[in-house]
């Protein structure tokens, strides 16, 4: 039975490389571009706070309702009610381009609340100190938030990176490939079991390999 | 060279109205180790922290060196915030940062030459006993030495000001003792002026020239460390000196003086300094024909001065007794009348 599993190898494999080429590119580019925004994000959501060191009610309401909206909506509905909206940034809706816009605007938000719970444990009296010693805001952003979250921060990070294969799964519905869609079209639709235990296996692998990368980064610079 | 003016700190929780400093007006000397000494939640944190403005006072005016700090913009307050170090209960170290990173940090932040770095970090690290630990993380050092690395760090931009904000309150008495010993050193040789705040009368007896008293977020006493052990106004700082050395007599034994046949008078003498020593009690017998007997003595260090206390019982003629402590007086002892008990 194991030696009928692997056989199918023979038919799919150069499938597999290519849905796993796809699945990385999407996620490769979509986290990168997330974390960015995120970050920004995320602090912005921190120093903008009532007692932090740039307090802005107006910014911090207006980003908090905003990530709480878009928060709100699954990825699959997200992705086609901005259709219009991909089209006119990345000229088109359909394939990994038309992937990877809707997978930024769903987890970009979803990294800038990871980072800000991340940013928010850093002991404020550090930042005092900081103050206190004549340090910019600047200089306390990048000296003081971002170096001692820096375990959190990644933390958080694995765990939108986690969340980011997941909805790029779902990429198959604007043709943009990836596993999850071998999974769909063939383990499903055409009834190939075999097909679809190698599509879990692997993202079960690729999980796996993110969240022990990141707890092992994470480790690293923790030094307590 | 610090100066509140009628400084003010009002806090509003909701429509709760916290006034957390009243009205504080202190003037703190070049050159000397100023302490105020409160209950949790005087207000000795809020005051402490309008000196260097990360409060910024309701009212009043605070001024170092004579520069009014409300009229700053942004750079100048940084600047002036150079120049003053600031420590903290808790120590607020960099957890991701070695010792020596630590302490570099006041000269990171002005971009100071790296060689320049390491001949202060080297200096501060000797001063303050950590050679050893340079490249050790804070979370491998005790409370005493992450406290050490905070002292060096403040000193590194050579403040002329160092705020202590309950420096010593996380650590145990010998610690306490040794970060106490440093703070005197650092006042003495590199003539830092120290503003520390405790909760501890401990700590203002070894280290303080003056002390401020706060209650309630208002300064209720202020002066010389020994004129306050010495003669204390307020019912709260005699309460902060009986925490250290309990000068009242037991009430049983004050009741049985009383019965006693002749239960004369009851004194407390304080002695200061040079007066610490001389045969007083013989001349109250040789000279004015008094017997006193000793109910209580007690001797300790006020920072460099030593400091007295007996308690005596003196039987005798009214008038030998009113002309023998008159005495005293003249010779500058401190003599108060301990009524009896009832
Ligand atoms: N940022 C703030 N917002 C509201 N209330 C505050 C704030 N900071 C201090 N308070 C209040 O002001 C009062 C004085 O606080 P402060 O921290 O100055 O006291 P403290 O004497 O330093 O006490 P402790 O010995 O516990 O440190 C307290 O009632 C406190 O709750
Ligand atoms: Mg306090």
């Known amino acids: 039975m194991l030696a009928k599993y692997f056989d199918h190898f023979g038919e799919f494999g150069d499938l597999y490389g290519q849905a796993l080429r796809e699945t990385g590119i999407m996620v490769g580019y979509a986290l990168a571009i997330s974390t960015v925004i995120g970050l920004f994000f995320g602090v912005v959501l921190v120093v903008t706070r009532r007692d932090h060191i740039l307090p802005n009610v107006v910014v911090y309401q207006v980003l908090n309702v905003i990530i709480n909206i878009l928060r709100s909506l699954p990825f699959i509905i997200l992705m086609v009610a901005i259709i219009p909206i991909t089209k006119w940034i990345v000229g088109t809706s359909i394939g990994i381009k038309g992937a990877i816009v809707p997978l930024v605007v769903y987890t970009a938000p979803y990294i800038a609340r990871l980072m800000e719970s991340a940013l928010l444990e850093v002991d404020r009296g550090v930042i005092e100190a900081f103050q206190a010693m004549g340090a910019t805001r600047t200089q306390i952003i990048t000296r003081v938030l971002l170096k001692e979250a820096r375990p959190a921060l990644i933390l958080g990070l694995t765990i939108g990176t986690i969340g980011l294969i997941g909805a790029s799964a779902m990429a198959g519905v604007v043709g943009a490939g990836g596993l999850g869609d071998v999974a769909i079209r063939y383990g499903y639709q055409r009834w190939k079991p075999e097909v679809m235990v190698t599509c879990v296996i692997l993202l079960v692998l690729a999980v796996q390999l993110v969240q022990s990368l990141g707890t092992w980064i994470a480790k690293r610079l923790r030094k307590r | ?342």
Not at chain 2, 72 to 100: E, P
Not at chain 2, 277 to 290: D, Q
Request: proline share 4%; with cysteine; charged share 25%.
């Open chain 2, 1 to 342: 060279m610090i100066r509140l003016d009628n400084v003010s700190k009002t806090f509003y929780q909701g429509n709760k109205k916290i006034e957390a400093v009243k009205n504080a007006t202190l003037q703190v000397n070049k050159g000397e180790i100023f302490g105020v000494i409160g209950f949790s939640g005087a207000g000795k944190s809020t005051l402490i922290r309008c000196i260097n403005f990360l409060e910024r006072p309701t009212e009043g005016t605070v001024s170092i060196n004579g520069v009014n700090l409300a009229g700053l913009n942004g750079a100048q307050l940084r600047a002036t915030r150079r120049r003053i170090g600031m420590i903290f209960q808790n120590f607020n170290l960099l957890s991701s940062d070695t010792v020596f990173d630590n302490i570099a940090t006041p000269l990171y932040l002005v971009n100071t030459p790296k060689k320049e770095i390491v001949r202060k970090v080297r200096e501060l690290l000797n001063l303050v006993g950590l050679q050893e630990k340079e490249s050790v993380y804070p979370a491998q050092l005790s409370g005493g030495q992450k406290q050490r690395v905070a002292i060096a760090r403040a000193l590194a931009s050579d403040p002329e000001i160092l705020l202590c904000d309950e420096a010593t309150s996380a650590l145990d008495p010998q610690t306490t003792d040794s970060i106490l010993d440093l703070l005197l050193e650092i006042n003495k040789k590199l003539n830092i002026t120290i503003v520390l705040i405790t909760h501890e009368m401990h700590v203002i007896k070894k280290i303080c020239d003056r002390v401020a008293v706060m209650e309630n977020g208002e300064v209720v006493e202020q002066g010389k460390v020994l004129d306050i052990f010495s003669n204390p106004q307020k019912p709260i700082t005699r309460n902060f000196i009986k925490s250290i050395f309990d000068v009242n007599l037991p009430e049983p034994l004050l009741k049985k003086l009383e019965s006693q046949q002749d239960p004369g008078k009851i004194f407390r003498i304080s002695f200061i300094g040079d007066h610490v020593g001389e045969p007083v009690l013989a001349e109250l017998v040789t000279k004015f024909s008094l017997h006193p007997s000793i109910l209580y003595g007690n001797i300790t260090q006020i920072k460099d001065t030593t400091f007295g206390t007996l308690i005596i019982q003196v039987t005798g003629s009214d008038e030998a007794i009113k002309a023998g402590m008159a005495y005293l007086e003249e010779r500058e002892l401190r003599i108060e009348v301990i009524p009896h008990a009832g």
